[in-house]
Nanobody, 122 residues
Framework: QVRLRESEGGLVQPGESLRLFCAAS????????MCWYRQAPGAQRELVAT???????TYADSVKGRFTVSRLNAKNMVYLQMNSLKPEDTAVYYC????????????????WGQGTQVTVSS
């Protein structure tokens, strides 16, 4: 069984930085895309950043220039470096492994982490 676990988030002040990481464990052949989503109170879950195995990235407009996604394919890990944090970045951040191939299963699957709280407040 594949499990995704995010690092602890935390409380930071506006303008500060925070780095999240997520590790996928279990027997994994490969993961096509590793993503970060977030969900603020009362809002829908939104896609924050993605990174393919080949290194291509995408970002939500609201985080471009402030957030950087990276991954370590060999260890099935993905990172999210968040700089110049704003109160509107407050949310639960979720790790997502899309296009995951596991032994004994034809096709791909998607897995989610349980989420980690990030609060930006003075």
């Amino acid at each position: 069984q594949v499990r995704l676990r995010e690092s602890e988030g935390g409380l930071v002040q506006p303008g500060e930085s925070l780095r999240l990481f997520c590790a996928a464990s279990g027997t994994i052949i490969s993961i096509d895309v590793m993503c970060w989503y977030r969900q603020a109170p009362g809002a829908q879950r939104e896609l924050v950043a993605t990174m393919t195995r080949g290194g291509s990235t995408t970002y939500a407009d609201s985080v471009k220039g402030r957030f950087t996604v990276s991954r370590l394919n060999a260890k099935n890990m993905v990172y999210l470096q968040m700089n110049s944090l704003k109160p509107e970045d407050t949310a639960v951040y979720y790790c997502n492994a899309d296009g995951t191939r596991v032994p004994g299963y034809t096709g791909v699957r998607t897995f989610w982490g349980q989420g980690t709280q990030v609060t930006v407040s003075s």
